[in-house]
């Protein structure tokens, strides 16, 4: 059974950074795609960032330059740097076996989530 946990989020203003974090067990990360994925009430969840097995990663174009995503052998981790309010959102860590998914649907394991707002 894989379980994941966020942590990190929190409350900032406009310009601030926050560092998430997604702890994994029962597995290691190096054998899986991992990825963070963004849902604000009422709009449809989407991917943010996404990091191979390879470490190869991929970003939303929205994100590109203000974020990083990148792990360890235990742990996925999303600096978010420059903050804007249209950032505000629940933030999910997900992992899949092996191939990146296709669409953030086919990832198997999920965290609870954890509440990002930024103010501005």
């Known amino acids: 059974q894989v379980q994941l946990v966020e942590s990190g989020g929190g409350s900032v203003q406009a310009g601030g950074s926050l560092r998430l974090s997604c702890a994994a067990s029962?597995?290691?990360?190096?054998?899986?795609?991992m990825g963070w994925f963004s849902q604000a009430p009422g709009k449809e969840r989407e991917g943010v960032a996404v990091?191979?097995?390879?470490?190869s990663t991929s970003y939303r174009y929205s994100v590109k330059g203000r974020f990083t995503v990148s792990k360890d052998n235990r742990n996925l981790y999303l600096q978010m740097n420059s903050l804007k309010p249209e950032d505000t959102a629940t933030y999910y860590c997900?992992?899949?076996?092996?191939?990146?998914?296709?669409?953030?649907?086919?990832?198997?394991?999920w965290g609870q989530g954890t509440q990002v707002t930024v103010s501005s």
């Open positions: 029962g597995y290691t990360t190096s054998n899986y795609c």
């Open positions: 997900a992992a899949a076996y092996g191939v990146c998914p296709r669409s953030w649907r086919e990832y198997t394991a």
């Open positions: 990091i191979a097995s390879d470490d």
